[in-house]
């Protein structure tokens, strides 16, 4: 199967059993924006809850907070949002689909990068243990012309982004000859800046002054408090603010499902250090975050850092965390050294001092700051995509499993009677009301136990007990793997540690330490 049939698959699962569905459905839907069922919800809280401990509770100097989406309309002149929060958009005149410029050109680089491997696939079918991989991309004609084409247009967008030069993006654009995957046409319009911030009015005021901005980042929350936390928290430097929250951004190309929305959430951590000491920080914090995906256990081959070529006029140091995401490689998290820029700016316009008084050194200053920013959506689509299986089992059987982390998974537990009579229900209820106290547990009567079994492989539980009529003299009860889908027979007054043993968010903090 394609990886885009899988893609589609996971889609259709995840709207089924009740993860993930279209927002406004009943009305058609409203574009890139999605709606969390029963389960999603589940999912997405663990997923905050486990990076919310691993930033506030582990570490003694990181505090998390939780600002307004509403803020001053000078915030986002001060961040540079208003002036410069702009993607460059251009349409193709055949199909009428807009597209952001740099995508294009990015897009267009990934295939030629997809071109070199085939031809080194093909150089080592061809020569056998005798290739050398190294000699080959130096020396072979067809590598070295895609090569030279991937670093001239790599060299020419970097130029024309920084220099904000709309005229040379499109120029770029038809002299790599790219055209619209839609109507295969070369027919494009002008580049044009196009502003992410969605607006709208405050009380009773209209016109500019009444002009406010729904938040397109969680980040600008954490500045404007950034003195109110130092003082009330007596917080020194290094420490670090952390917030979670909602952010918007009127995407121009919204596809691929929940990895771009136009309302999504994310989890934002601002370090604020010593002037001087932020790359050794930002090293830290690079290693410390991709730490943090690799405990979820889905593979360290799918995951790569990711240097800017180009970076922020502020940032003196970026680099992505990408996840090898079903349509290949991509952002998942950004992790920035931002030097004094945000203080510095609101300080300049807000008229108040942001700085701080550093005891040893007797002086005052604007502190530099590394910032952690990972999306909860596309950590959500990371984690089910690199859950989802359709696996043939040994006895022929197909089912559809997703392998979530059990410290994630929505369901912890699922409690089913073998039969609905006897004693069974009652014996299962009676489990399942001290267990619930503590974890998330679904009881289930309907259909063969085969079936249950194959409705909460579905959804990730990674435990299934079964009542039967031996457990009413023996006061053991059937234990289920997901995974390994082995049976075992255990006492009932066993199951919370063993439960606790493998669902416990512990399991994921302990790895970070
Ligand atoms: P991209 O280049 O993909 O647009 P970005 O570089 O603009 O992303 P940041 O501003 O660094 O993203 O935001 C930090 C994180 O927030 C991203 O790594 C991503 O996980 C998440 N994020 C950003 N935009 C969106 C979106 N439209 N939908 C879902 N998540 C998003």
């Given at each position: 199967m394609t990886q885009e049939d899988l893609f589609k698959n996971l889609i259709a699962h995840t709207k089924e059993y009740g993860y993930i569905f279209p927002s406004s459905e009943i009305y058609d839907g409203l574009g890139a924006v999605y709606d969390y069922g029963q389960l999603g919800s589940e999912l997405k809280n663990n997923i905050k809850k486990y990076w919310w401990e691993s930033m506030v509770r582990l570490n003694e100097n990181i505090v998390g907070i939780d600002s307004a989406?509403?803020?001053?309309?000078?915030i986002w002149e001060a961040s540079g949002h208003v002036g410069a929060f702009n993607d460059p958009l251009i349409d193709?005149?055949?199909?009428k689909k807009r597209y952001r410029a740099d995508v294009l050109l990015e897009d267009y680089i990934a295939k030629l990068e997809e071109k070199i491997n085939k031809d080194v696939e093909k150089g080592r079918k061809k020569f056998g243990?005798?290739?050398?991989e190294a000699q080959f991309r130096a020396t072979n004609p067809n590598v070295l012309r895609n090569a030279r084409k991937i670093e001239e247009c790599k060299e020419r967008m970097v130029a024309a982004l920084n220099a904000n030069d709309l005229d040379a993006l499109k120029q770029l654009i038809l002299d790599c000859e790219i055209v619209c995957p839609?109507?295969?046409?070369?027919n494009w319009t002008d580049v044009r800046q196009f502003n992410l911030m969605f607006s709208t009015q405050l009380g009773s005021v209209s016109g500019e002054s009444g002009t406010i901005y729904l938040r397109p980042e969680t980040a600008q929350g954490i500045f404007v408090n950034y003195l109110n936390v130092q003082k009330t928290g007596r917080m020194k430097l290094p420490f670090g603010i952390a917030q979670i929250g909602k952010a918007f951004r009127n995407e121009i190309v919204a596809r691929q499902f929940i990895f771009r929305m136009r309302e999504f959430e994310q989890m934002e951590m601002q370090f604020f250090v010593q002037p001087g000491q932020e790359l050794e920080w930002f090293a830290k914090w690079k290693e410390t975050r991709l730490k943090w995906h690799l405990a979820l256990g889905?593979?360290?081959?799918?995951y790569r850092y990711h240097d800017h070529d180009k970076l922020a006029h502020y940032a003196n140091a970026a680099t992505d965390i990408e996840f090898n995401f079903p349509f290949g490689f991509k952002e998942l998290e950004g992790i920035h050294s931002r030097t004094d820029f945000d203080l510095g700016r609101h300080q300049e316009y807000s008229g108040k001092k942001l700085q701080y008084f550093d005891p040893e050194k007797g002086e005052s200053y604007v502190p530099y700051v590394i910032e952690t920013s990972i999306g909860v959506d596309r950590t959500v689509l990371a984690v089910l995509s690199g859950a989802y299986r359709e696996e043939k089992l040994e006895n022929g059987e197909e089912r559809v499993v997703l392998k979530l982390h059990p410290a994630l998974a929505p369901v912890k537990l699922a409690v089913l009677p073998?039969?609905?009579?006897?004693?069974l229900p009652e014996l299962a209820r009676e489990i399942m009301a001290e267990l619930k106290l503590d974890f998330n547990c679904q009881y289930d009567e309907k259909d063969s136990i085969g079936k249950r079994y194959r409705r909460q492989d579905a959804i990730g539980t990674p435990l299934c007990i079964t009542v039967d009529h031996q457990s009413l003299e023996d006061k053991c009860v059937t234990l289920r793997d997901r995974d390994t889908m082995q049976q075992e027979r255990i006492p009932i007054a066993e199951l919370y540690k063993r439960v606790d043993e493998k669902v416990n968010m512990r399991t994921l903090l302990k790895q970070l330490m």
């Amino acid at each position: 199967m394609t990886q885009e049939d899988l893609f589609k698959n996971l889609i259709a699962h995840t709207k089924e059993y009740g993860y993930i569905f279209p927002s406004s459905e009943i009305y058609d839907g409203l574009g890139a924006v999605y709606d969390y069922g029963q389960l999603g919800s589940e999912l997405k809280n663990n997923i905050k809850k486990y990076w919310w401990e691993s930033m506030v509770r582990l570490n003694e100097n990181i505090v998390g907070i939780d600002s307004a989406i509403f803020m001053h309309p000078r915030i986002w002149e001060a961040s540079g949002h208003v002036g410069a929060f702009n993607d460059p958009l251009i349409d193709n005149k055949d199909s009428k689909k807009r597209y952001r410029a740099d995508v294009l050109l990015e897009d267009y680089i990934a295939k030629l990068e997809e071109k070199i491997n085939k031809d080194v696939e093909k150089g080592r079918k061809k020569f056998g243990e005798a290739f050398d991989e190294a000699q080959f991309r130096a020396t072979n004609p067809n590598v070295l012309r895609n090569a030279r084409k991937i670093e001239e247009c790599k060299e020419r967008m970097v130029a024309a982004l920084n220099a904000n030069d709309l005229d040379a993006l499109k120029q770029l654009i038809l002299d790599c000859e790219i055209v619209c995957p839609i109507s295969g046409t070369k027919n494009w319009t002008d580049v044009r800046q196009f502003n992410l911030m969605f607006s709208t009015q405050l009380g009773s005021v209209s016109g500019e002054s009444g002009t406010i901005y729904l938040r397109p980042e969680t980040a600008q929350g954490i500045f404007v408090n950034y003195l109110n936390v130092q003082k009330t928290g007596r917080m020194k430097l290094p420490f670090g603010i952390a917030q979670i929250g909602k952010a918007f951004r009127n995407e121009i190309v919204a596809r691929q499902f929940i990895f771009r929305m136009r309302e999504f959430e994310q989890m934002e951590m601002q370090f604020f250090v010593q002037p001087g000491q932020e790359l050794e920080w930002f090293a830290k914090w690079k290693e410390t975050r991709l730490k943090w995906h690799l405990a979820l256990g889905m593979g360290e081959e799918n995951y790569r850092y990711h240097d800017h070529d180009k970076l922020a006029h502020y940032a003196n140091a970026a680099t992505d965390i990408e996840f090898n995401f079903p349509f290949g490689f991509k952002e998942l998290e950004g992790i920035h050294s931002r030097t004094d820029f945000d203080l510095g700016r609101h300080q300049e316009y807000s008229g108040k001092k942001l700085q701080y008084f550093d005891p040893e050194k007797g002086e005052s200053y604007v502190p530099y700051v590394i910032e952690t920013s990972i999306g909860v959506d596309r950590t959500v689509l990371a984690v089910l995509s690199g859950a989802y299986r359709e696996e043939k089992l040994e006895n022929g059987e197909e089912r559809v499993v997703l392998k979530l982390h059990p410290a994630l998974a929505p369901v912890k537990l699922a409690v089913l009677p073998l039969v609905k009579k006897d004693g069974l229900p009652e014996l299962a209820r009676e489990i399942m009301a001290e267990l619930k106290l503590d974890f998330n547990c679904q009881y289930d009567e309907k259909d063969s136990i085969g079936k249950r079994y194959r409705r909460q492989d579905a959804i990730g539980t990674p435990l299934c007990i079964t009542v039967d009529h031996q457990s009413l003299e023996d006061k053991c009860v059937t234990l289920r793997d997901r995974d390994t889908m082995q049976q075992e027979r255990i006492p009932i007054a066993e199951l919370y540690k063993r439960v606790d043993e493998k669902v416990n968010m512990r399991t994921l903090l302990k790895q970070l330490m």
